[in-house]
């Protein structure tokens, strides 16, 4: 991997369902080519290699369409995502979204909806952007309900660089406090980039 340190992101992804085993994934992206930042690679805790992603459109605004591709003697997989800063998507966008798919040959037969409405266990959560200075942070909110019987909440406040001015992660903290999201619990990432 080429030397990406100055430009480190934090990513987490929020539990999942497999079999009858809740799990979750943690990594760290981190851009492998500066002049490429829509290109980069995670690396998952507890997996040895990493995994390719690329912003393969986004509107920096409502829609953001991401895309994953790994093989090797005995596997191929692709993944992509159609994702939305609401959680629900006008048609116009989602047509737009498969269209766009369909023009770069990334067969879209396969992708589900997700399902936002917190009702149940599904292997997807809905994310909201709290907040976000489309240079330097963004804020993240997930909640899913389990069973109905209790809940799971995920914050993140991410940014573009290894860290943020301690000014700025007070003001993240600040807004989370005011929507009535703890913060005791959070915990910084380790932003070393594994070769």
Same mark, same amino acid.
């Given at each position: 991997?080429?030397?990406?340190?100055?430009?480190?992101?934090?990513?987490? /992804?929020?539990?999942?369902? #497999?079999?009858?085993?809740?799990?979750?994934? #943690?990594?760290?992206?981190?851009?492998?080519?500066?002049?490429?930042?829509?290109?980069? #690679?995670? %690396?998952? &805790? &507890?997996?040895?290699?990493?995994?390719?992603?690329?912003?393969?459109?986004?509107? +920096?605004?409502?829609?953001?369409?991401?895309?994953?591709?790994?093989?090797?003697?005995?596997? +191929?997989?692709?993944?992509?995502?159609?994702?939305?800063?609401?959680?629900?998507?006008?048609?116009?966008?989602?047509?737009?979204?498969?269209? /766009?798919?369909?023009?770069?040959?990334?067969?879209?037969?396969?992708?589900?909806?997700?399902?936002?409405?917190?009702?149940?266990?599904?292997?997807?959560?809905?994310?909201?952007?709290?907040?976000?200075? +489309?240079?330097? +942070?963004?804020?993240?909110?997930?909640?899913?309900?389990?069973?109905?019987? /209790?809940?799971?909440?995920?914050?993140?406040?991410?940014?573009?660089?290894?860290?943020?001015?301690?000014?700025?992660?007070?003001?993240?903290?600040?807004?989370?406090?005011?929507?009535?999201?703890?913060? %005791?619990?959070?915990?910084?990432?380790?932003? %070393?980039?594994?070769?």
């Amino acid at each position: 991997m080429a030397d990406a340190r100055p430009d480190i992101a934090h990513l987490a /992804f929020s539990e999942t369902k #497999e079999g009858h085993k809740l799990v979750s994934a #943690e990594g760290i992206a981190c851009i492998v080519n500066k002049h490429e930042p829509a290109k980069f #690679e995670i %690396s998952f &805790k &507890k997996v040895p290699s990493t995994s390719p992603y690329w912003v393969l459109y986004t509107d +920096y605004e409502n829609l953001a369409i991401v895309y994953s591709c790994t093989s090797s003697w005995f596997h +191929y997989q692709e993944k992509v995502w159609i994702l939305g800063r609401s959680s629900k998507l006008s048609h116009r966008k989602i047509h737009f979204a498969f269209d /766009f798919l369909k023009e770069a040959g990334i067969n879209t037969k396969c992708l589900i909806a997700a399902d936002q409405s917190c009702s149940k266990i599904t292997p997807y959560s809905p994310y909201w952007v709290l907040s976000t200075d +489309y240079s330097n +942070y963004t804020i993240v909110y997930s909640c899913t309900d389990v069973l109905r019987v /209790f809940h799971v909440e995920f914050a993140w406040i991410l940014s573009r660089a290894p860290s943020l001015a301690p000014a700025q992660l007070q003001s993240a903290k600040d807004l989370l406090v005011s929507e009535g999201i703890g913060v %005791s619990g959070m915990k910084p990432t380790d932003q %070393s980039c594994r070769d």
